[in-house]
C-alpha cells in the first residue's frame, strides 16, 4: 500500500468523494419504466451485456427491508440487478471511463464479484437482517430450514461474521464505502490479462483514492492523529481482504449449484461467476 503525507483541511465543495457518493446514490435510485425499449436477454456474453445493461433485467426500485425468505428467482434475479447496477456505475465513473475500452472490460470482469459482495454486505448491514439482503424485499437466510437452496460452502455464516458484523463494529458510513468500491475496483493484481503499463495506470487511480481515503478520515475523526488514520485505513482494507475470500468462495458455490442442477445458470451468470475468480486484493 502506497504510504502518503496526509494534511487536514476542509473538504471542498464537489470534491471527488462528493462526487462519488453522488454518483452512487444517482445510480442506486435509477429505475426504468415499465415499457422497456429492450426485451431482456441475460443469455448473452459479458461484453454485450456491459455495453447494453438494459438487455439483463429491468432497473426496479432497490427494495432492501428483508421482509420475506428469498426464493431461487429473487436470488437470481438479484444477481443481475445488481450486476446492472454496477454497469450503471461504471459507466458513471470518469475515471474507469478513461481507461482504454479493452482494459475497461477486462477490469470490470475480474471485480465484478467483489462488488456484487460489497454491495451485498452494506446493504444487509443496512436492513439488520439475520442473512444476506437482497435488492427485492427478501433475504437469504442464515437458518439453513428457511434457505431456498443449499449453501454447499457455507458462506452465509462467514459472510455475517466478517463482513457484516465488522462493517457494523468499526462503524463504516457510507463515504468510506463508496471510496472502498473504487479502491477495490482499481486492485489490479493478479490480473494476468493486463499489460505492465495498463497495471501503473490503473495503479495510480488506485493510490488516488486511497488518499482521499485518508484524507476523509482524517476530517471525519477530528480527534484522530495520523496513526489512527492508518490504524483504520488497515482495517477497512482487511475489509477487502475478506470480501475478495467471499466472492471466490461465492463464485465456487454457484458453481456447485449448477454443476447440481440446483440452479440452471445463463451464459452470462456463467461467465461472470463461474469461469471468472476474484483475485484477492
Not at 432497473?59 to 428469498?70: G, K, L, Y
Not at 505492465?196 to 488506485?206: A, D, F, N
Not at 470480501?243 to 471466490?248: D, E
Request: one cysteine or more; a negative charge; charged letters at 25%.
Amino acid at each position: 500500500m502506497a504510504v502518503f503525507e496526509i494534511k487536514r483541511q476542509p473538504m471542498p465543495h464537489c470534491d471527488p468523494i462528493d462526487l462519488l457518493t453522488q454518483i452512487d446514490r444517482f445510480i442506486t435510485a435509477r429505475v426504468d419504466p415499465s415499457i422497456q425499449m429492450f426485451v431482456e436477454q441475460p443469455d448473452i456474453p459479458f461484453q454485450i451485456a456491459f455495453r447494453n445493461p438494459s438487455l439483463i433485467i429491468r432497473r426496479t426500485q432497490m427494495n432492501c427491508t428483508a421482509e420475506r425468505v428469498a426464493s431461487v428467482n429473487d436470488v437470481l434475479d438479484d444477481f443481475r440487478r445488481v450486476l446492472v447496477l454496477y454497469i450503471d456505475w461504471l459507466h458513471s465513473f470518469t475515471d474507469f471511463q478513461s481507461l482504454p475500452a479493452a482494459v475497461q472490460i477486462t477490469l470490470a470482469k475480474a471485480r465484478c464479484s467483489n462488488f456484487i459482495w460489497l454491495i451485498c454486505a452494506w446493504r444487509t448491514y443496512r436492513a439488520g437482517c439475520s442473512g444476506v439482503c437482497n435488492s427485492r424485499g427478501s433475504y437469504f437466510p442464515c437458518d439453513p430450514q428457511l434457505r431456498c437452496m443449499p449453501d454447499v460452502k457455507n458462506i452465509v455464516c462467514l459472510f455475517m461474521k466478517v463482513m457484516v458484523e465488522e462493517i457494523r463494529r468499526i462503524d463504516l458510513d457510507e463515504t468510506e464505502f463508496c471510496l472502498l468500491k473504487a479502491i477495490d475496483l482499481f486492485n489490479y493484481e493478479a490480473i494476468d490479462e493486463l499489460e505492465e503499463c495498463e497495471k501503473m495506470i490503473i495503479g495510480k487511480k488506485c493510490d488516488k483514492y486511497i488518499k482521499l481515503l485518508y484524507e476523509y478520515i482524517l476530517n471525519r475523526f477530528k480527534h484522530f492523529n495520523e496513526l489512527d488514520v492508518a490504524l483504520r485505513v488497515g482495517k477497512l482494507m482487511q475489509l477487502l481482504v475478506e470480501n475478495a475470500r467471499i466472492a471466490l468462495m461465492g463464485n465456487a458455490n454457484i458453481a456447485a449449484l449448477d454443476a447440481m442442477g440446483v440452479v440452471e445458470l445463463d451464459e452470462l451468470n456463467c461467465e461472470v461467476f463461474v469461469k471468472e475468480a476474484s483475485p484477492a486484493f
